[in-house]
Nanobody
Framework: VHLAESGGGLVQPGGSLRLSCAAS????????MNWVRQAPDKELEWIAM????????YYADSVKGRFTVSRDNAKNTLYLRLNNLKAEDTAMYFC??????????RGQGTQVTVSS
């Protein structure tokens, strides 16, 4: 499993970002995929999951209505659109294959910092 996140950065409150995750080393289209995040000194937090075909989507309450997960199986790429960002969204964001708590199923992450 190889996952490579990109697209993070510094954004003002209320701003938007789109994260990408390039997947390789497994049959991407055959697996549900997750986005998880970890803020400094906090536990790993699951935030979104998308089914293998992209139709089923689930979100944590903390991001529901603001974040949108999607995937392009032809490109082996997972996306996360982050809208209306808040300071509490500041964290390292990871894409992850299940089980997502296994570090070997996650990429290196991309940092999102929300600050004015």
């Amino acid at each position: 499993v190889h996952l490579a996140e990109s697209g993070g950065g510094l954004v003002q409150p209320g701003g938007s970002l789109r994260l990408s995750c390039a997947a390789s080393g497994f049959t991407f289209s055959g697996f549900p995929m997750n986005w998880v995040r970890q803020a400094p000194d906090k536990e790993l937090e699951w935030i979104a999951m998308i089914g293998p075909d992209g139709h089923s989507k689930y979100y944590a309450d903390s991001v529901k209505g603001r974040f949108t997960v999607s995937r392009d199986n032809a490109k082996n790429t997972l996306y996360l659109r982050l809208n209306n960002l808040k300071a509490e969204d500041t964290a390292m964001y990871f894409c992850a294959k299940d089980p997502y708590r296994d570090p070997s199923n996650r990429g290196q992450g991309t940092q999102v910092t929300v600050s004015s």
